[in-house]
């Protein structure tokens, strides 16, 4: 149980361009899904807090629109990545939560050219 | 705070020998700690957790220390195997944090044949 999905699992895209980043919580409900971005050899760092039904809490730096993010339903949280630069390159990862457990999606790498 | 490293550390133990991972946690106020494993291009695995009310709790062949006194935590993983190879973070969360994790900076341990 407790399985969260992501995709696409990579992603080529050209600059300018937008991605949709997908994540699911396959066999729970979540109202919290989080949104991380790790970059080589780093840390996970935390980008956005989405709760079903609401607008998204970003942490400071992190530039909403940006990166949009949608919670439309308890299953279901999107990032689009708009207008993305080469430097928007990473690895991103989102969490859905149940309580204080949060369990993460296999990740989806964004190469920008 | 913002993660600047550009080498993690690195940990490398002879394969059934046992390996120590330690972390030092920022927020006094945190009351929940969680150790993940993350393999290349994969997510975070959640290994074992422990909260502030306890200061050892133990799994399958790992063990989590908590010192709350010199904010510090460590992962002992027994008898290491080659799947053993990874990332491994910690990371940290405390009620009325809305839930969200602040990860360390990680620390790679390769197992040695």
């Known amino acids: 149980g407790a399985v969260v999905s992501q995709h696409p699992s990579w992603v080529i895209c050209k600059s300018g361009t937008s991605v949709k980043i997908e994540c699911r919580s396959l066999?729970?409900?979540?109202?919290?899904m989080f949104w991380y971005r790790q970059f080589p050899k780093q840390s996970l760092m935390l980008m956005a807090t989405?709760?079903?039904?609401?607008?998204?809490?970003?942490e400071q730096g992190v530039e909403k629109d940006k990166f949009l993010i949608n919670h439309a339903s308890l299953t279901l949280s999107t990032l689009t990545v708009t207008s993305a630069h080469p430097e928007d390159s990473s690895f991103y990862i989102c969490?859905?939560?149940?309580?204080?457990?949060?369990?993460f999606g296999p990740g989806t790498r964004l190469t920008v050219t | 705070g913002e993660s600047v490293g550009l080498h993690l550390p690195t940990l490398s133990v002879q394969e059934g020998d046992n390996s120590i991972i330690n972390c030092a946690y920022s927020?006094?106020?945190?009351?929940?700690f969680i150790w993940y494993k993350q393999e290349s291009g994969k997510g975070p695995q959640f290994i074992i957790d422990?909260?502030?009310?306890?200061d050892k709790r133990q799994g399958q062949r790992v063990t989590v220390l908590l010192n709350k006194t010199v904010k510090h935590l460590s992962l002992q993983i027994a008898a290491t195997q080659p799947g053993d190879s990874a990332v491994y973070f910690c990371?940290?969360?405390?009620?009325?944090?809305?839930?969200?994790?602040?990860f360390g900076q990680g620390t790679r341990l390769t197992i040695n044949p």
């Open positions: 990371a940290e969360t405390f009620e009325g944090g809305a839930q969200k994790l602040v």
């Open positions: 422990i909260r502030s009310n306890m």
């Open positions: 927020n006094s106020a945190s009351d929940y």
């Open positions: 969490s859905a939560a149940t309580g204080y457990e949060q369990y």
């Open positions: 989405s709760n079903e039904g609401s607008k998204a809490t970003y």
């Open positions: 066999d729970f409900q979540a109202t919290t």
